[in-house]
Structures are given as C-alpha cells and as structure tokens.
C-alpha cells in the first residue's frame, strides 16, 4: 500500500496511540523509519489488556505489523514483549515465521518497560537523544491495540468508537472489556460488577502515571485502565498532596541523597534529568542555574523517584510536572541540541522489578488477580437513558471540529467531528443516537 493512501487511512478513521498521549498514528508513517517496533510491555502495573489482546489476535496483527513495516520501507520489525507474558510469547511464535523481517524481543519484567525511550534501547540499543522523537533514531514505535485499530480500520472499514479497557481493584468481578468511547467510568465500573468498598477512588492510566478521575468521566481513546481503589488507600492519598506543602516536606526533609536521580530511568540512558539537584534547587528557591528548571522538560513523568526510590516520601515526580506546566504554559520549550550522556554502567542494576513495585504501592493483592479479555462489540447499557460523552481532543495535536449540530440523528461510526489544522484525526460516534448537546470540548449523544 502507498503510505500516502495508509495515512489518509488511519487519519479518516480516528486512530492514535491507544495509551499515553495518543499521538496521532499517521504521523508516524514515516519512510525514515528503519525499524519499527511494536510495544508489548504494559508500562504500569496491573494493566494488562495488550498481552490479552496480542494473544487473541497474534495472526490479525502481525499481519497488519508486517503491512507497516512495509508501507513504510522497514528493514526490521521488531515484537518487544516481556518473556513473563508465556501464553501471549507462544501464540506470536504460532505465525512469525511467515515474515522473515520480523523478531521477538523478549524483556524483563521492569518498570517502565513500556516508556518508549526505554523500550527502543533495550530493543535495539539505540538511545533517542533528550527532547527528541524515535524517528531521528530511524524508529517507529506502536502499541497493540493500536495496531488492531489498524486492521479494523483496514479489514472491515470500523474507525476508532472503542476502546479496551481493564477495569480491576475493588470490583466485584476484574476483567478487560471493549467499552464505547465517551462511557462513563461509573457504568464501565457497573460491568465489572460495581465497587467492592464504600468510598471508592478512581484512577485511569494506571497507578503509577494515572490521574484520579470522576466516575462521570468518559472512557477516551488512551485510556488503558480503571482502577478503583479505597479513598484511603496509600496510593489514593498520595494522589492528593498539595503542592505547596510537599515543597515545603522538600526544603525541610531532603538529604540529597540522590536515590532520584540513581534510579531515574531517563537518566541513565544520558538524559540530563536530575531530580536531586531539581529538589535542592525548587526547595530553597536557587534559581542560579536555569538548567535544573529547564531540564525538568525531559522527565517522562514515571513515578519512580516519588513512589519508588525516596527514603523520605517526597513528591518530586509531583513538583517536577508542576514546574513542566508552568513552563510549557510560559512557552518554554524542551532545549534543542542537548546530546545524551553515555548510558551508565550501573543501569542493569537498578532496574524496578515489577512485583516488587507493586509491593511498595500496595497493589500485590490485586495484581494475583486474573482480568480475562472479554473482546465483544455487543455492549449494552445498564441505564434506559444512557448517553456517551465525546471529546474532541483524546490525542496530541488540534482537536476535532464538530460537523454535527443539537437534534441530529447519528449512527455508531459516522464522523461527528472532522480534523483539525495540523496534526488531528477525525472523531466518530460510539453508538446510534441523538445528539443532546455540541460544546467546543464535547458531543453528547443520548444512546438510541
């Protein structure tokens, strides 16, 4: 297939990155792309739909894996999958040998194995410079799910009006589900056989990088997981801290004993991200040197100095995205023309093995817990006057545009929002229905 014709595709039919923060997936047709490689890693603890689904459909979507690497002149597909994942490892191996381009890579169980910064080195050894995109290092990364949409979108014409979801903590019943975008978390909840304890806390994406969300909030195209656990739950809790106060925990608490900085996973591939020097500097207000401010542009945001590495508790994962919006929001953009660093030896040995982390986040009792795949399109809602709530903007770049007006009758799959200018993808409607309302962030659709 000509790329040109693949990107007009993937553009028309919604599909982004389904996770993180949904970069648009025709941008990254690219003929510098010498390798591609597809990511089955599940970055965060206790998701698990990518597995799930790789092993359900391994023909389906290395099939469409191949079609890419094609399309776009790859020499080399690669599968980075964690060898933990046996069941999802055999059922790739049942059809790789029909594409002599292709290999598995398997990884360890670490976090954050799914970063793409850390899944192209331990794949291929490349480290992509700070600030910069795989594609300058002649890669191109796509996550599982997203490939399916690929197929969907190229077998049987279906755009991106689902997504897979593993709704899992206290619920009745654990399990990983197709859901209509523009669900509310309370009724994809009530499908898993509702909450399992009084006050219940809702986090999306997952627990180490997840944001607490509303339980009227709607299911988008990146979100992964549901986890609902305890308002008073340790993880819930942290979730809450004040900034200010936390700043204040830094200026009287830290040691500087640089436990951040050693097991930052961006560091040690080169990166120039110090959260050590970061906290001495944002504690005691030393804004000598711009750099430990500027550099915080680099940080994937992993968690892994707040909940992982510092003996004292303190936020600075927290403050970090703090100063990061404060300064993206001033239009400071991420440095140009900073090299990395040579990755560190010491890297190997500070790895964060998954179980142990969810260990230390309290989540061990949860993760022993299977979450089956449950992949129908049959969705029904448990209310009579059901309605779906969808953005225009689930991915990076310019919002959709709305090209349905209030009183019109749609149908599950007809475009109701065209692409922006600039990097943007279309966006469809979930279900048949009535549209009730047309803001400039949402349609809302009462389900027919």
């Known amino acids: 297939m000509e790329i040109k014709a693949l990107k007009q595709i993937l553009q028309d039919s919604g599909i982004v990155g389904a996770g993180g923060a949904g970069f648009p997936t025709y941008a990254k047709l690219d003929e510098r792309a010498e390798t591609i490689l597809l990511n089955c890693a599940e970055c965060e603890p206790l998701l698990q739909l990518h597995r799930q689904l790789l092993e359900q459909n391994a023909e389906e979507i290395l099939e469409t894996f191949d079609l890419i690497a094609q399309t776009v002149g790859a020499k080399e597909a690669i599968i980075g999958v964690k060898k933990e994942y046996k ?20 990884l360890d169980g670490v976090y954050p194995m799914g970063d793409e910064v850390v899944l192209i080195y331990e794949a291929t ?24 949409n690929v197929y969907r979108a190229l077998q049987t014409q279906t755009p991106v009006i689902d997504k897979l ?10 399990m990983t589900l197709r859901v209509p975008i523009g669900t509310s978390i309370k009724e994809v909840v009530a499908h898993a056989g509702g909450v399992t304890t009084k006050e219940p806390a809702y986090l999306v994406g997952g627990p180490m990088m997840g944001n607490l969300a509303d339980e009227m909030d709607p299911v988008t195209k990146t979100t992964n997981a549901i986890i609902v656990l305890d308002e008073s739950h340790t993880l819930i809790q ?38 050590h020097l970061f906290m001495r500097s944002a504690a005691n207000r030393d804004f000598q040197n711009t750099n430990v401010f500027l550099n915080t542009l680099f940080c994937s945001s992993c968690g892994i100095c707040e909940n992982f590495a510092c003996p004292q508790g303190l936020s600075p994962r927290t403050l970090i995205a703090e100063y990061k ?17 040579p990755v560190e030896r010491s890297r190997e040995y500070r790895k964060v093995p998954e179980k142990r982390l969810e260990a230390r986040l309290g989540l061990s009792k949860y993760g022993t817990v299977p979450a089956p795949l449950q992949d129908t399109e049959d969705w029904k809602f448990s209310s009579k006057n059901a309605k779906v709530r969808i953005p225009f903007s689930q991915h990076i770049g310019a919002p959709a545009v709305a090209n349905v007006n209030v009183g019109d009758a749609v149908q599950k ?28 962030r949402y349609v809302e659709i009462a389900v027919s």
Do not use: W
């Not at 059922?91 to 292709?102: K, L, Q, S, V």
């Open 165 to 174: 979801v593993s709704v899992v903590g206290e619920v009745e019943r654990p």
């Open 125 to 148: 050894g490349k480290v992509v410079r700070p600030g910069g995109l795989p594609i300058e290092a002649g890669i191109a990364v796509f996550n599982v799910e997203t490939v399916y």
């Open 325 to 341: 919006a404060g300064l993206r929001a001033a239009g400071v953009k991420v440095p140009e023309g900073i090299e990395a660093s």
């Open 87 to 106: 069941a999802t490892v055999k059922a790739i191996h049942r059809y790789i040998d029909a594409y002599p381009n292709m290999r598995v890579q398997l």
């Open 238 to 275: 942290r979730k809450h801290k004040n900034s200010a106060i936390e700043l204040k925990r830094a200026a009287s608490t830290c040691c500087q004993c640089e436990c951040c900085t050693a097991m930052c996973p961006r560091h040690a591939l080169g990166h120039p991200i110090e959260p």
């Open 413 to 440: 799959g007809q475009c109701i929002a065209s692409c922006g200018k600039g990097l943007s993808v279309c966006i469809h409607a979930s279900v048949d229905g009535t549209v009730k309302k047309v803001t400039d």
